[in-house]
């Protein structure tokens, strides 16, 4: 074996398989099973970064998910992830390692500098020190900060991972497979109910993997394996590792993240690297376990300084020690476990105990072991640069607030116990109000608020007997609720050693006149000092302190620090911890890849994308696309280097001077029936619908209740009780759900169904001079004369033999028809409209020329409806019915809509005739005064009006149509223009309106 | 994310549903005269209780059925779910 702290005969890895991988430049070998911090705790390597803010030298503190130091960054280039924890990284062939946080190299850090000068980074040093002068905050401060803060570095590139979401459904979920998860698991499992277990390890069974305990007659692993395997073979259960379970949310939905590919050697290129899954369980089972509280030293940060609990892991589960000179420091019994596990391998630890005794059956088994203890000793101070190489002990004095002698002990590591803490997270998060336990000096759950149960010493029960007793119980009665198949089974015996009284001390006095840093929090470097300083200040609430000194920040959130923070806060102001009380515990429980959160909806499957049934010919004809809410509709036709105000042009005049055809399929359209169909329009409707004749359409425009525009659209009668509406593409979903809302709760009584068919009907408008001729030959058989088919008339004809609708109506404001077909004959429709519109030189146009089209007529759309406007304002009054009530009427007569000053819509052109209105421009009296410059509206819409090739634009201003003929300024700082403009009428083109019925 | 029970499909996922606001909110009826302090009572006033209320959802990705919902706003606790026409 040439891994210098790596034993022979103990552990779980996988001997027969050697791992290499590269840290820091520098190649490696670990075993199959090892995480990366174990491969490296095996060559003797304990350094593995710089702490947040002094650039100290950090190393390993614990073994799993409550590491706060060794954050690395993985890999290079677009599969690059920074702050990774080093304890939970499984190894695989070639991972490459790099320390963050630190330069040149982690051994030798320039900005370790701080360091030196940390009297001057107390706490709130931010909010102090870049106060003065203001100005320089963007420019110096900030830039500074911001590179100077943070610990790895975030890829450039997209990532070309993939990732999955899944969603199940169980009876029961339990979190955590120590022994009262397992038993709990086969409790409810063999009482028939659907059972998920999930560990975040890759092994299965918690404190069973480390602990020397039987359970029946077999040893804890043991135990743990045969129970996995039992729970696996059962229909009913899944077994999930690598699965943390970070977050509870309401009516029992749990979300867990599963890695799964990252321990894989060779993927297949599908796996994804990690699922999602959103859990809805009938029942929560928390077995989360417990992690060990740090004691409070002088220089408590360096390498080689780690939990007891975490020693005892990387021992039993790895086989590697994490020194060969170990100092056991500890305020109970659970770290004499770490010390015998030292000796049984032939190391001599030395425990420093800070009570006075204690007498126990593990003490007892450490005293025959011949460990050395120190009983009413405690650690002062550390020293060793890169790593720890000596300890400052002391013997209290009575009160413990000093040291009666101090000596140098030379070590290679301090393994620290001050107890546990109950994994109260998820707890927690239920809703469940945490009560603090004297007995244990920690917070458990209390009262569930959901269906949540916590037990183990996630809920302080720290035996293993009761773990297995509160499990099977649990499992059985949970599972008896759902199934009531009264299946229950029994815990079975066990052994384990018996533990005394801990010490409630957890924070050592300094030493006369010296000025240690004593560090509560290692992620964000609040030491002591810090914590004291804030109270000091005035801080009080916990919440506050926290946010103040960063205390319980980051990644770890805090895992290994609160408690310790807590009692700090408690002792200094005089009060008891309950008192002082916790901060919140958020989801996530522990750090989460962007990327699982995301899933799938990554780039264009982010959001559905809807094309029309001609959406392939437009793509065959040069079409540039352009979002519409959810849809793809052609902006334009390119041809040969056109830009799209040449193409806009071009296809808006071959409309006005020829004939166009545009792709209407987007427009919402609903299919309603029925005998009260008439009357109902009438309410939703601000115009009169009931005399409506069959074959007729006709323009109406909706109303909310508060008197604002919703949408507008034409409605045509098909049949007596069948009426066809339509609605803007952007109001189509919200227009349907407005129908049925007022259909069910409102108007219950009315007789009328509406149902969506926006995507069962293909549309085409053809529009322009030529349009009638056009229909004529598509319709060769049918009479679509003006007299026949009026502008606003509708027929039903065959089109080549496909059954189609015609409707007179018109956006462009020319003579205009519509033609809808099955959706399956779309792109037969298109054709035949290409084909017969040769000779009239039709060209297809886009949402740009349909745009010109109905700017430069005055028809307001979708940027002058914007949720603000009220009929007045857009020159919809004449739409207004005054015989009838409807949605929204009462609300017109309210004061602020009755104000003449409203703004209103009118046309804007630029006195030079040349410059384009920039969209979103503030019209001002005067466009060189100087800010706060009084604004009088603003430019809604703006094109190229091919009738008068010049620039117009539509606004809304106050006083409306009574500015025409005014002479004032459109300002746009952002394009930096400012525009001499005229205000003119909104409707600019064919006034009167006789193209359409022509 | 909550679980409601939808009326007529049965218990499903929140992200199917839109929220209707107060279910007890009453439209004045068409055409009827109502005050200034009526209209504005209907169309902007809205109790923001903590705790129980009455309210509307809309199964808008389902059955696309309205439906009446009594949830604690505090805890997310739903009592019961209940067609329009039938008590709460």
Not at chain 1, 357 to 369: M, P, R
Not at chain 1, 761 to 770: D, E, M, Q, S, Y
Request: with cysteine; aromatic share 10%; hydrophobic share 35%.
């Amino acid at each position: 074996m040439s891994q210098k702290y790596r034993l022979d005969n103990i552990g779980y890895i996988n001997r027969d398989k050697k791992i290499s991988f590269t840290f820091n430049g520098k190649k490696y070998f670990g075993y199959e099973g090892d995480t990366l911090a174990s491969a490296l705790l095996a060559n003797g390597i304990h350094l593995v970064g710089r702490s947040f803010k002094y650039h100290r030298p950090r190393g390993f503190f614990g073994a799993g998910v409550d590491e706060p130091n060794a954050k690395v960054q993985l890999y290079k280039g677009a599969k690059t992830e920074p702050n990774a924890n080093a304890t939970e990284v499984e190894l695989v062939e070639d991972l490459i390692v790099k320390s963050q946080n630190c330069w040149p190299s982690v051994s030798f850090d320039f900005g370790a500098i701080n360091n030196l000068f940390q009297k001057f980074f107390p706490a709130g040093f931010y909010y102090k020190t870049f106060m003065w002068p203001k100005s320089f905050w963007y420019k110096v401060y900030e830039p500074i900060i911001r590179k100077a803060a943070g610990l790895g570095v975030a890829p450039l590139k997209p990532d070309p991972d993939r990732y999955e979401h899944k969603y199940e459904y169980c009876d029961v979920l339990i979190a955590g497979s120590g022994p009262s998860g397992l038993a709990s698991a086969l409790a409810a499992a063999k009482n028939g109910a659907r059972v998920i277990l999930a560990e975040d390890k890759s092994r299965f069974g918690g404190s069973l993997l480390v602990d020397e305990v039987t359970i029946g007659n077999k040893k804890g692993k043991e135990w743990a394996d045969e129970a996995i395997s039992q729970l696996k073979s059962m229909p009913n259960v899944i077994v999930k590792n690598r699965s943390q379970v970070f977050g509870y949310y309401d009516h029992n939905m749990m979300v867990m993240f599963e890695k799964t590919r990252d321990h894989i050697e060779n993927p297949n290129k599908f796996t994804p690297r990690q699922k999602l899954w959103y859990i809805r369980a009938k029942e929560i089972v928390i077995s989360t376990g417990s992690l060990e509280r740090p004691l409070i030293f002088g220089n408590n940060d360096r390498p080689g300084i780690l939990l007891s609990s975490a020693a005892k892991e990387y021992l039993k589960v790895y086989g590697v020690l994490v020194g060969r000179k170990p100092i056991i420091f500890t305020n109970n019994d659970s770290a004499y476990d770490t010390a015998i596990e030292f000796k049984k391998n032939g190391i001599n630890p030395l425990v420093v105990d800070t009570r006075t005794n204690s007498d126990s059956s593990v003490i007892s088994e450490a005293k025959n072991l011949n460990i050395d203890i120190k009983f009413s000793h405690g650690i002062a101070n550390t020293k060793g640069h890169l790593k720890v190489n000596s300890a400052t002990i002391g013997k209290f004095n009575s009160d413990k607030s000093s040291y009666e002698n101090l000596e140098e002990v030379s070590c290679d590591c301090i393994c620290v116990s001050g107890n546990w803490t109950p994994t109260v997270h998820l707890s927690s998060q239920s809703g469940n109000k945490l009560k603090f336990n004297e007995t244990i000096d920690a917070f458990i759950p209390s009262q569930s608020r959901q269906k949540e149960s916590t037990i183990g010493s996630a809920n302080g029960s720290f035996t293993l007997k009761q773990a297995l007793e509160d499990g099977f119980n649990k499992g059985f009665e949970l599972s008896n609720k759902i199934t009531n198949k009264n299946s229950k089974s029994t815990a079975p015996t066990s052994n384990e050693r018996s533990y005394g009284e801990h010490d409630k001390f957890w924070c050592m006095p300094l030493p006369k006149n010296k000025h240690y840093k004593r560090f509560v929090d290692f992620q964000n470097d609040v030491a002591v000092s810090d914590i004291e300083l804030a109270v000091r200040e005035g801080f009080r609430s916990i919440e506050h302190v926290k946010r103040y000194t960063t205390l319980g920040m980051a990644t770890d959130q805090g895992k290994t620090s609160n408690l310790n923070g807590l009692q700090l806060v408690s002792n200094i102001e005089g009060k008891i911890v309950p008192e002082v009380g916790h901060t919140t515990f958020r989801p996530p429980y522990t750090a989460v890849t962007i990327g699982t959160i995301v899933g799938r909806e990554v780039g264009k499957h982010y959001r559905p994308t809807r094309k029309s049934p001609m959406h392939e010919w437009h793509e065959k004809n040069n079409a540039v696309f352009v979002d519409a809410g959810l849809w793809l509709r052609p902006r334009y036709y390119k041809q040969d280097n056109e830009s799209l105000e040449e193409a806009a042009k071009r296809e808006a005049n071959n409309v006005r001077k020829n004939v166009g055809v545009c792709d209407v399929t987007s427009l919402g359209k609903i299919d309603i029936k029925g005998p009260d169909t008439a009357e109902f329009l009438n309410r939703i409707y601000t115009n009169a619908w009931m005399k409506l004749p069959v074959g007729k359409a006709r323009y109406g425009v909706m109303l909310r209740e508060d008197g604002i525009v919703f949408d507008d659209g034409t409605t045509t009668r098909i049949s007596e009780n069948h009426f066809h509406m339509t609605t803007t593409t952007a109001q189509a979903v919200n227009v349907l759900a407005h129908l049925e809302y007022y259909l069910q709760v409102v108007w219950p009584e009315l007789n009328v169904n509406v149902l969506s068919t926006t995507e069962q009907w293909a549309g085409a408008a053809l529009a322009g001079p030529n349009s009638r001729e056009l229909l004529s030959k598509l319709f060769p058989e049918t009479n679509i004369l003006n007299e026949a088919l009026p502008f606003m008339g509708y027929k039903e004809s065959d089109l080549f033999d496909v059954p189609a609708r015609i409707f007179r109506i018109s956006f462009s404001g020319e003579l205009a028809y519509e033609i809808n077909v099955e959706s399956s004959y779309g792109t037969f429709m298109w054709e035949k409209i290409i084909e017969f519109g040769q000779e009239m030189n039709i060209e297809p146009y886009g949402t740009e020329a349909l745009s010109t089209l109905r700017i430069e007529m005055g028809h307001v759309a979708g940027s002058e409806l914007d949720g603000r406007t009220i009929p007045y304002d857009v020159s919809l009054e004449g739409m207004l019915s005054k015989k009838k009530d409807f949605i929204g009427k009462r609300s017109l007569t309210r004061e602020a809509f009755l104000n003449p000053k409203r703004e209103k819509v009118v046309g804007v052109i630029p006195l030079d005739k040349k410059t384009t209105i920039p969209e979103g421009s503030h019209l001002v009296k005067d466009g060189n005064a100087s800010s706060p410059n009084p604004k009088l509206g603003h430019v809604s819409a703006s094109c190229w009006s091919v009738e008068y090739n010049n620039p117009f634009s539509l606004a809304i201003i106050q006083d409306g149509k009574n500015r025409i003929g005014e002479k004032l300024y459109a300002v746009s700082p952002l394009n930096n223009k400012n525009i001499a403009v005229e205000i003119v009428s909104s409707h600019y083109v064919d006034p009167k309106g006789e193209r359409v019925r022509s | 994310m909550l679980e409601i029970k939808c009326p007529y499909c049965g218990k499903r996922s929140q992200n199917e549903f839109s929220y209707g606001g107060d279910a007890n909110i009453k439209r004045p009826l068409l055409g009827k005269e109502v005050s200034d302090k009526e209209w504005d009572d209907f169309v902007y006033y809205r109790e923001n209780p903590r705790g129980n209320h009455s309210e509307l959802w809309h199964h808008v990705s389902g059955c696309r059925q309205w439906f009446k919902v009594s949830r604690n706003t505090a805890t997310h606790e739903i009592f019961k779910t209940a067609k329009l026409n039938e008590e709460l």
